[in-house]
């Protein structure tokens, strides 16, 4: 029998399918001391969470029999990832439970907003009848901008639709024919902020979404906009928005998230045009049963079935095939990220080819890292080699994968091409025995590139004197040049240039280069270290 330990208040009905099970036996112990948690975690095969409990690495250590952590939520914060990956523990969460909770939270928001329904209560509990101040507007026939269309996103677009709101919708995965599918209209940032009467966010935080919404964009939005958030605070740039909000160009906000929790920006408090609420997306009655009911459910899996679907880490592999497969891992996870990058369009498709040496090889988890590296570059943290299959179907992409025992002129060859319709972006890559790996491919262009963390990418015609005049703008600007690479198909025509860069390079630089005749594109591209050597290492056998 294994034996759970549940440490926070937890619904009894979503823990049920657990306490009714012969093979589990389900112990409450809430309020405990980390000394006490850590004096008896020995006795358990699993512990579920919610924000109470700190699993620390300490008591993870003393944790002997431990296979899972199960957190009755999404976030994972106190729960030490990597100490638990270490001992073999499998950390996992909820991450589909307040999807209506969040939901519903985000139209009640916009409504409150539409009609200042807070403002107005406010003023009836200091005996005021006041019917001129609170004029609001309707939904009705309004356009709203849905920025990030995940799970969330989505359901937020497809109520307003019942609204009859106008939906554009941004995603960097989201397709013409999924939008149409939807009944979305497919919009860009800036086609949203010129044309949106309410701006809802529902995209992870990473580094490209923090200050998503700042003062440049926000200036670019149609007067009188009204935003709201109940996303991750960052995404929006709080000052930016409050002065936008005190002068007047923003008609209102409703925000449920904050760059520091709990609140304290005064301005949000006090401002009469501006709801907030304590974080309060996920926190209904139903949400906490079905994140509990998610959990137990998961963890009944794990222990009877090997079935593992919301892993935030993954066992370890073998240190064999660990130290054979990483330095394929290191760069399968490089030049997705790169591709990712390169290409413009929202994929549709994505295919990956191995040849040589490779098709001997199981595959599997190489094929799960470029995946992980092409989505996490949007959704960041929230995707790991065990999700990463099932959060690719949720974005509605398909994926391929072909082996040629042909050697394509490396001992081993990879592959990896983005479709979106008939338009592609492929980047072929190698690992040379003794020299590590290589990107030797780019849309059919021979390279020859070590990828490091910051690279240029030019576009270019070749003509004489190119290669100088690229360097001494660098130069005279303080970007030192690693490494150079050219590809051209023929003499005089269409040729890029990718360098390696000591440091990111500025747009001013950036504008600088684009003036060079001849010169059509420029890219600043970063490959972020990441997890990828904690991946190898605790990837899945």
Known sequence: ??????????????????????????????NLT????????????????????TVTAEIIQAADRLKVIARAGVGVDNIDIQAATRKGVIVVNAPNGNTIAATEHTLAMMLSLARQIPQAYISM???????????????????????????????????????????LAYDPFLTEEKAKKLGFTKASLDEIAEQADFITVHTPLTKETKGLIDANYLSKTKPGVRIVNCARGGIIDEAALAEAVQSGHVAGAALDVFEHEPLDNETFRHHPNII????????????????????????????????????????????????????????????????????????????????????EEDTGLLTRTLIKGIL???????????????????????????KNASRHGFANYMSLTLHHGAETATIGATVLNGFGGRIVNINDYRIDLIPERYMLSIRHFDVPGMIGRVGSILGENGVNIGNMQVGRKAVGGEAIMMLTVDKP???????????LPDLEHVQLVEIKNGDTTKNTEEAVH
């Open 276 to 359: 907030v609420t304590p974080h309060l997306g996920a926190s209904t009655a139903e949400a906490q049963e079905k994140v509990a009911q998610s959990v137990s459910e998961e963890i009944i899996d794990i222990f009877t079935s090997q079935n593992i679907q919301h892993a935030i880490n993954v066992p370890r592999m073998s240190a064999e095939v660990q130290q054979k497969m990483k330095p394929y891992l290191e760069l399968g996870e490089q030049i997705a990220q790169l591709i990712i990058q390169l290409f413009k369009k929202a994929p549709d498709k994505i295919t990956v080819d191995y040849y040589g040496d490779l098709t």
């Open 505 to 515: 390079v500025s747009n001013q630089v950036i504008d600088k280069l684009l003036t």
């Open 34 to 53: 980390p000394d006490q948690l850590k004096s008896i975690i020995g006795e358990y095969d699993a512990l579920i969470v919610r924000s109470q409990t």
């Open 1 to 30: 029998m294994y034996k759970v330990l549940v440490s926070d208040p937890i619904s009894d009905t979503g823990i049920k399918a657990l306490t009714d099970h012969p093979d589990f036996l389900v112990e409450k112990q809430t």
């Open 125 to 167: 509990t200091e005996e005021k009848w006041d019917r001129k101040t609170f004029k609001g507007v309707e939904l009705f026939e309004k356009t709203l901008g849905v920025i990030g269309t995940g799970r969330i996103g989505t359901e937020v677009a497809k109520r307003a639709k019942s609204f009859e709101m106008n939906i």
């Open 376 to 402: 996490s570059y949007h959704l960041s943290d929230s995707v790991n080699i065990i999700n990463v299959l099932q959060l690719l179907k949720e974005q509605g992409l398909t994926y391929t994968v072909q």
